[in-house]
């Protein structure tokens, strides 16, 4: 303090002394005497000096203080965070489907509050990762008699039963994650408990029942269902939005599901459905809008499944169908646009079932017409103006 005091008294006589030869400088007549209330003005004007230097000082302080004390509530907030991270990854592992339970939701809690987007990450992959995990499948009811005329006995009964019971519970467990995963991202972007922009990896999984992504917005992350199994249930990407980031489908599998992508936008993403196995149920594109978007269905195979594009606008970017292989089920193309050399059917295949392209506006896909041949297999249905060159 004392030093500071007397640091002070030299920096404002220092100005005061400066003032005065200011005024010698600006020639004005020095012989006077500076009366008082000059003098009093000057030493005035020298400690207003000192007191704005001080008063910068205090500030810039001020300033580093508050960023002590936000690095610090972070490090807290951090700490916090790892602390009940810990205890929900414990209530994730237990032996109680309902604690399990427990520690999705607060999982999906801490994801909401998280201090920042890599915490938030690290919540959201321990989710997808507990979707990863191999599980039984359902053991199905038991026969009321065996081949051999032997009925099952009351111990296995009971064994059979808790197994089943055991299925329900996990799979319960894993609905959950998927509907928490659906409702998280259909919050816009930069509000609470948004996931967008996240990556989401469900690489692999079984998806055997409901999961509502209608509505979502997939933006500036990456979103992976390769190799998943899409089996009964209704999987809802209607009116979703994919910008930015990629979506992975590569090899998944569509049996059985209703898999809905009626009125989605793909706009400046990369969405992979290469080896992807279309084998029954029905999937829908309608309506779907393809704009500056890389949408590969590359060595595809569509055999056994409804698939709709109906209505669909391709305009701008590239859809692939190179050496996909339409080998049964119906895929139908009404009432969709293609706009400019945006969609390719090089090497494509068609041994079966029905494709239909005689309701389509716009000019053929590239390589389309070479891939159907002449003459033109009866499965497959084009428009009159475009077999004219083929004829």
């Known amino acids: 303090m004392a030093l500071t005091f007397i ?10 002394y400066g003032l005065v030869d200011l005024l010698a400088f600006q020639e004005i007549d020095t012989t006077a005497k500076l009366d008082a209330k000059t003098l009093f003005d000057l030493v005035k004007l020298s ?3 000192v007191a704005g230097a001080g008063a910068l000082v205090a500030l810039v302080v001020a300033y580093r203080r508050q960023r002590v004390d936000e690095a610090g ?7 916090l965070h790892t602390e009940r991270f810990s205890q929900a ?32 990450q690290t919540c959201i992959d321990v989710l997808c990762a507990y979707l990863r995990l191999p599980f039984s499948p359902d053991p199905g009811d038991l026969p009321d008699s065996f081949p051999d005329g032997t009925s099952p006995s009351e111990e296995r009964r009971d064994a059979h039963q808790d197994k089943k019971d055991r299925y329900r519970a996990l799979r319960e467990v894993r609905h959950t994650i998927l509907r928490l995963i659906g409702e998280h991202y259909r919050i816009p972007k930069g509000t609470h408990r948004s996931w967008q922009g996240c990556n989401l990896d469900l690489t692999g999984v079984t998806i ?17 269902f390769a190799g998943a199994t899409f089996s009964g249930g209704r999987v809802d990407f209607r009116g979703a939005t994919f910008s930015g980031g990629s979506v992975d489908f590569s090899a998944a599998t569509f049996s059985g599901s209703y898999v809905l992508f009626d009125d989605a936008t793909f706009s400046g993403s990369d969405v992979h459905f290469m080896a992807t196995d279309f084998s029954s149920g029905h999937v829908r594109f309608s309506r779907a809008t393809f704009s500056d978007s890389y949408v ?3 060595a595809a195979k569509f055999s056994g499944s409804d698939v709709h594009f109906t ?14 292989t339409f080998s049964g089920g119906n895929v ?4 969709a646009t293609f706009s400019g050399d945006s969609v390719h059917f090089e090497d494509a295949r068609f041994s079966g079932g029905n494709v239909h392209l005689n309701r389509t506006t716009g000019p053929a896909p590239a390589g389309l017409l070479e891939a159907v041949g002449n003459p033109v297999p009866a499965e497959v249905h084009l428009r009159p103006d475009w077999l004219l060159p083929i004829q």
């Open 47 to 49: 400690f207003g000096v």
């Open 7 to 16: 640091a002070a008294v030299l920096v404002a006589g220092g100005v005061f």
């Open 89 to 120: 990854v414990d209530k994730l592992g237990s032996d109680s489907h309902a604690v399990r339970l427990g520690g999705v939701h607060a999982l999906a809690g801490l994801a909401d509050d998280a201090p920042d987007d890599s915490l938030r």
């Open 296 to 298: 590969d269905l590359f």
């Open 311 to 324: 209505g669909t606008m391709f305009s701008g970017g590239s859809v692939r169908f190179m050496t996909t």
């Open 332 to 335: 139908h193309f009404g009432r």
């Open 73 to 79: 509530a972070h490090r807290e907030a951090t700490r």
């Open 208 to 224: 055997d029942g409901a999961m509502d992504f209608s509505g979502a917005t997939f933006s500036n992350g990456d979103v992976t």
